[in-house]
């Protein structure tokens, strides 16, 4: 097989489109940008990005062209392949849409605005029911500026892109990896370029006026240097607040901690690009006549191959190995079949795996050095690619006549098993988002009813969305609520398991903006992220934070809910009913990370509950089967799907953080209230108790917590400095809202040692500022543990510091295991999990079903 694919890639002509081998995101097959990410890279095509400090003109009412004299706007350009425009100006809504004395209302205090330099906000105003089941009337979500974004929203491009070119000049690294000098130090990663997270004393001390001095901000930065076999974090900071004031030299760039190279970050298109000519000598080894008799003429590298539009192309899809010896790095390259885009749709490869797995040795700094160690051809796993040829020829002198090794059906065509075809009316083709509907970044704070919090983005390194300063009724509840990361772990034998910790990938930068009327109400409003994970045509992943731009992966809206939030059929001589509709407000982040897609939505809603949910999407990672080549393997742990394909049993487990400040006071425990069988002297035997105790220290089995159908309760998070011993705690409850699994497997298997959040429902731990994520952005490789990072729960458990009183955080993981159905083809009905924080005692009635008592009731 001659050449790389990069060179390979660079001679396919545009009516020929091939898949890239190195990427693991389903948008890799097609030798065009992907219709469902149509992403124009590169700033020309950045939403114009403005400092935190916003003119008080922005933003205008959606329905109002800016005015030209007003400096520092927040508009998006209405260039942004995300963005729907007619114009280079914001678009206007046909003065019909909205009556007349409000668009008069919005000119004059457009001209107050002009003329006072008093603060604007926009306020989202949806008629949806009486007003009865609204926080107002007409309901409404305010968006304005902040004190907590200043502070703890996640970076803008424009940030990202200065840090990195600060950073590249001071320490002669380059901002991407580049493959042509190997050695050269690189700034790596979803974790890249992220903002670093203040101190929280300091952070609330500007928060709550305590002191008016801001804290600065600071970006994390991670440098892979391949010559000295290290991956270095960096603190530099601190970032000016503007482009135009901006002075670099003022930024400092300090060491903090470093790693081993072998466990530096997975990067989706650099990593399998480096690995092209291994893979090309190892299939060169295997043999032209003895793969395409197997799979066809579908090898890019052979002479044979002939083009995807005839017969198609196989092409591997990167695996991270977790269970690479230690102080290694192990990389699998599995293959799929990509059918002719002329027959199907391109994500239909997902469901034609082949039977062809090459496991690679990346430990080397330099990719010229790295090797097969072992090639797994047809069900089994042989040590070079020499003895799978040879086993491959011996089978051919050896079986009956058209018996083949294994069996593989080329079959294709749009079928239902294969690609779906039932989609939403008027939805089709890529996104397009109303500029009218785009929250200004500087204006993420969001006020709904009794509701007060700040959307601070979606992180590229650890989960997706994340809020901070979460008040209601003007009492903070929380101090940070995010998710933290996504485990998928498949099944298999000690060859073919392996898990995804998908933050690691980016739960982020992977993805598309999201859909009106798919991913949120046509009329929800769109927020904001970074990403330098740059698709190129061809859907490869081409990571440069210095070309970071934005995309909208975020949405906030409000709807009713199909149930009242309570409901009573009044016993009166003539029987009633009442109740109250349950409204509720939705932060919503959706990514992508190549097959799977992670739809997490955070619901406040009127009576001081928050939900939390995951919802698991998209398509099922499967393996190719033969009942004649290995019949009593894979049925162990997989549904065998059709005659040759097996869907694997696997767990998806999601981490949540929740950094409970109750009622804004910081010292706060954890209470545990359990339903007991009290054995009793009485004739009638054992009956039901309550028994309390509060958690006095962290650690394993003290402060982590499994839920047990057999004996409920109530895990709360309490503030007990405020009361007395005749009134029960203020406090938040952590409560499971779905059936949610935990790690399957046991403590000491490398892939629970590398997540060990995933074996608890709960954790409490006190907050400390070192302790700011579950897990490891280096947990990809080596989980046997050669280097341990600190930064995972049971190292924050270890050191059983004491929760009386203290800062309480707790990290909240619930999973599912997803047996596969034949009805997961060709994609899975979404399915999720559910917690509740519920207000536990908190207030002395059910605010949404009672109003407070008024002056002449209470004497």
């Known amino acids: 097989m001659a050449g790389n694919a990069t060179a390979r890639a660079a001679s396919t002509s545009a ?167 190997p050695l050269r130090a690189w700034i790596a990663g979803p974790s890249g370029v992220e903002l670093w997270q203040p101190a929280k004393t300091d952070t609330l001390a500007y928060l709550d006026n305590t002191n008016d001095e801001k804290p600065a901000r600071f970006a994390r930065v991670t440098v892979a240097d391949p010559r000295a076999g290290v991956v270095t974090e960096l603190k530099v900071g601190p970032i000016s607040e503007s482009e135009e004031d901006a002075d670099d030299a003022d930024m400092t760039v300090d060491a903090t901690a470093s790693v081993p190279f072998s466990k530096r970050p997975t990067e989706p298109g650099a990593d399998g690009e480096a690995a092209a000519a291994t893979l090309d000598r190892t299939l060169a080894a295997i043999g032209e006549d003895v793969l395409v008799p197997l799979f066809g003429p579908v090898f890019p590298g052979f002479a044979s191959y002939a083009g995807p539009e005839a017969r198609g192309t196989a092409a591997p899809g990167m695996q991270n190995d977790a269970l690479s010896p230690p102080g290694e790095r192990y990389d699998v390259y599995a293959y799929s079949w990509y059918p002719p885009s002329r027959l199907t749709k391109l994500e239909a490869f997902w469901l034609h795996p082949v039977p062809l797995r090459v496991r690679v040795n990346a430990t080397a700094p330099d990719p010229s050095e790295w090797t097969a160690v072992s090639v797994a051809l047809c069900g089994t796993t042989y040590a070079t690619a020499s003895a799978a040829r040879a086993a491959a020829l011996a089978h051919a002198e050896t079986a009956p006549p058209d018996t083949p090794l294994c069996v593989f059906q080329n079959v294709t065509g749009d079928l239902p098993w294969e690609v779906p075809d039932i989609t939403n009316p008027g939805t089709e083709g890529a996104a397009r988002i109303p500029l009218s509907l785009v929250v200004p970044d500087a204006h993420r704070r969001v006020r709904w009813g009794d509701w007060d919090l700040t959307v601070a983005g979606f992180r590229t390194s650890q989960g997706g969305p994340a809020l901070f300063d979460v008040k209601f009724r003007g009492e903070r509840v929380l101090y940070e609520l995010s998710l933290q990361d996504a485990m998928a772990a498949y099944a298999g034998t000690a060859e073919s398991e392996f898990f995804y910790a998908d933050a690691s990938w980016s739960l982020s930068m992977l993805s598309a903006s999201l859909k009106p009327g798919v991913d949120c109400p046509a009329d929800a409003h769109y927020l904001s992220a970074a990403t330098w994970y740059n698709l190129r045509e061809g859907g490869d992943a081409f990571a440069d934070p210095a070309e970071a731009t934005a995309f909208y992966p975020m949405c906030v809206f409000e709807f009713a809910e199909d149930h009242a939030i309570w409901r009573h059929m009044q016993n009166s001589r003539r029987p009633t009913v009442e109740g109250r509709t349950r409204n509720t407000l939705v932060v919503r982040g959706t990514a992508t990370v190549g097959n799977y897609d992670y739809i997490t939505s955070f619901a406040f809603r009127e009576d001081g509950e928050i939900e939390l949910s995951t919802m698991f999407a998209g398509y099922i990672e499967s393996r190719h089967f033969d009942a004649a080549a290995n019949p009593a393997n894979e049925a162990q742990y997989s549904t065998i799907l059709r005659r040759d394909l097996a869907g694997p049993l696997h767990s998806h487990i999601v981490s949540y953080k929740a950094d409970f400040d109750i009622a804004g006071t910081r010292e706060n425990a954890v209470a545990v209230t359990e339903a007991i069988v009290a054995s009793s002297d009485d004739p009638s035997g054992a009956h039901k108790a309550l028994a309390h105790r509060v958690v006095e220290h962290e650690g394993v089995g003290a402060s982590t917590f499994v839920a047990d159908p057999r004996a409920a309760g109530a895990w709360t998070i309490v503030d007990r400095t405020h009361g007395d011993a005749t009134t029960n705690y203020r406090g938040y409850a952590v409560t499971l809202a779905s059936f949610a699994a935990v790690q399957a497997l046991p403590d000491d298997h490398p892939f629970t040692r590398a997540m060990p959040y995933s074996k608890y429902h709960l954790a409490c731990t006190k907050q400390a500022d070192d302790e700011y994520r579950a897990t490891s952005p280096y947990v990809q490789y080596d989980a046997d543990n050669a280097f341990v990072d600190p930064r995972n729960v049971d190292a924050y458990l270890a050191d059983e510091e004491s929760l009386l009183d203290v800062d309480v955080v707790a990290w909240i993981s619930v999973g599912r295991e997803h047996i596969v159905r034949q009805e997961d083809l060709p994609l899975v009905s979404n399915f999720g999990v559910h917690v509740s924080l519920q207000p536990w005692n908190f207030f002395e009635y059910n605010v949404a079903a009672s109003s407070p008592p008024s002056a002449e009731a209470s004497t």
């Not at 949806?126 to 974004?149: D, L, M, N, Y």
């Open 15 to 181: 009516s020929a489109p091939r898949p890239r081998p190195w990427c693991r995101s389903a948008s890799c097959a097609s030798g065009s940008a992907a219709e469902d990410a149509p992403r124009k890279y590169g700033r020309e095509a950045n939403v114009r990005e403005t400092s935190r400090r916003i003119s008080p003109c922005t933003p205008v009412v959606p329905s109002l062209a800016r005015p030209r004299g007003c400096s520092g706007m927040a508009s998006p350009s209405s260039e942004h392949p995300f963005l729907s425009s007619s114009s280079s100006r914001p678009a206007r809504v046909p003065p019909k849409s909205v009556p007349a004395w409000i668009r008069g209302a919005a000119l004059v205090a457009l001209g107050a605005c002009l003329a006072l330099g008093v603060e604007w906000t926009i306020v989202a105003r949806h008629h949806r029911g009486s007003s009865s089941s609204a926080p107002t009337s007409p309901s409404s979500i305010v968006f304005e500026q902040g004190k907590a974004c200043e502070v703890l929203c996640e970076l803008t491009p424009l940030e990202i892109r200065r840090v990195a070119r600060v950073v590249a000049d001071r320490l002669d690294v380059a901002t991407s990896r580049d493959l042509s000098n």
